[in-house]
């Protein structure tokens, strides 16, 4: 089955530096992919939408500038969260689907962000 | 999408049948109920879906009501390893195909 793989699984960093998160598809092709972020004990909530070879779009509230979306190829969407605070330590995953979602969406297996 | 409507949390004994509902009484005709799962601090993983017909896989069986305004994933003979969130959505072909997630039932199978 498809497979999107997440890298790094979890991640440590400094207040004010900035972090990237790849998403992968292994087995297809994606034209779109998204990104979540999830705060404990609480339900995913979606940030944007990537699309390859254009801009992401965001979700209402959620600062594009803050979290850079690159969508440079078919299997990789990027996500860098830049002058991370404490605040913006989360679960962040993506998701892909090989078929435009009609069968399902597979997601990645998330990245534990700590901001110190 | 439409919204859907999950019990926060449910019990199931291990070795029975875990039925999990969810109400989705504004569902539109072109959208598909699908139920995904997450494992603590892992990513979701896909279940099933359905559009009216019930469906059947290795997973689990979906029930969908005639007028599809609810559902009822059942999990025939759960397992310790089933406990998990589990999430009921409601998604259409024609939309911008973003996944929106509710709340959820938290599924605790106990020994």
């Known amino acids: 089955g498809a497979v999107v793989s997440q890298h790094p699984s979890r991640v440590i960093c400094k207040s004010g530096t900035s972090v990237k998160i790849e998403c992968r598809s292994l087995?297809?092709?994606?034209?779109?992919m998204f990104w979540y972020r999830q705060f404990p004990k609480q339900s995913l909530m979606l940030m944007a939408t990537?699309?390859?070879?254009?801009?992401?779009?965001?979700e209402q509230g959620v600062e594009k500038d803050k979290f850079l979306i690159n969508h440079a190829s078919l299997t990789l969407s990027t996500l860098t969260v830049t002058s991370a605070h404490p605040e913006d330590s989360s679960f962040y995953i993506c998701?892909?689907?090989?078929?435009?979602?009609?069968?399902?969406?597979?997601f990645g297996s998330g990245t534990r962000l700590t901001v110190v | 999408d439409a919204k859907t409507t999950q019990p926060p949390s449910m019990d199931c004994a291990e070795g029975r049948a875990a039925n999990l509902p969810c109400n989705h009484s504004?569902?539109?005709?072109?959208?598909?109920v699908y139920w995904y799962r997450q494992i603590h601090s892992q990513g979701p993983q896909y279940i099933i879906h359905?559009?009216?017909n019930n469906e059947t896989n290795e997973m689990a069986s979906l029930i969908i009501t005639e007028d599809r305004k609810s559902s009822t994933l059942i999990l025939p003979h759960a397992t310790l390893r089933d406990t998990a969130v589990y999430y009921c959505?409601?998604?259409?072909?024609?939309?911008?195909?973003?996944?929106?997630f509710g709340q959820g039932t938290t599924l605790q199978v106990k020994p």
């Open positions: 998701s892909a689907s090989e078929h435009a979602g009609l069968s399902g969406y597979t």
């Open positions: 087995d297809f092709q994606a034209t779109t």
């Open positions: 990537s699309n390859e070879g254009s801009k992401a779009t965001y």
């Open positions: 504004t569902i539109s005709g072109n959208e598909y």
């Open positions: 359905g559009l009216k």
């Open positions: 959505i409601v998604h259409g072909s024609s939309n911008t195909g973003k996944l929106i």
